[in-house]
């Protein structure tokens, strides 16, 4: 009996250890992706032809939003692991809607550059900007999913701090703050660059 028990905890925390590989592996390619896209952008405007604009200012309200959603999941996920529920719930749902915030924010911004005369067709300088931000944007809209698992976990499930439970948490919280953080890049680069 105790080997089959001493079993199951090593192929469970093994699979754990594949999908934790597996979330740094997709990580790693979605920091390539963005690599090759903000490399694309500095290559194609040292060729000319490059409308200087600035970005509207509900892309720096949106990295407060975002930056907010990485506290407030982070309050979540230490509020589960100590076992207190109510904090657990309310700062996870309070993620999801600064996540969706941020979508929302986000296409707004791609309304002012419109509304400034800045389509995606007109120049390659906003060209870039739409689609960078947009590929972010689909980035976060997987993570907003992976909300939404974790709070009908959290309302369904009966509140028990379980492996399983913490660990699929965790790659949630890991996931967020790396796109969290991506974005931040993402900021700095349209400003500095």
Do not use: C
Request: proline share 1%; net charge positive.
């Amino acid at each position: 009996m105790s080997y089959t028990l001493d079993r199951n905890y090593e192929e469970r925390m093994q699979r754990f250890r594949s999908q934790r590989f597996g979330m740094y592996l997709a990580m790693a390619g979605i920091i390539m992706l963005f690599a090759a896209l903000t490399s694309a952008y500095i290559v194609r405007r040292s060729a000319g032809n490059w409308l200087e604009f600035t970005l509207p200012s509900i892309f720096y309200w949106n990295t407060l939003v975002i930056v907010a959603s990485s506290v407030t999941l982070h309050i979540s996920w230490t509020s589960f692991k100590r076992g207190v529920q109510g904090a657990y719930r309310f700062f996870l749902i309070a993620t999801f809607v600064l996540g969706i915030l941020f979508v929302v924010l986000q296409y707004m911004g791609w309304q002012q550059m419109t509304a400034e005369g800045l389509y995606l067709q007109v120049n390659p300088s906003a060209s870039f900007i739409y689609v960078i931000s947009g590929v972010h944007a689909a980035h976060i809209i997987g993570g907003v999913g992976a909300l939404v698992v974790a709070m009908a976990h959290a309302i369904k499930l009966k509140f028990k701090v379980t492996e399983i439970r913490k660990h699929r948490f965790e790659l949630i919280v890991i996931y967020w703050h790396f796109v969290d953080l991506l974005w931040l890049y993402l900021l700095v680069f349209f400003v500095m660059i």
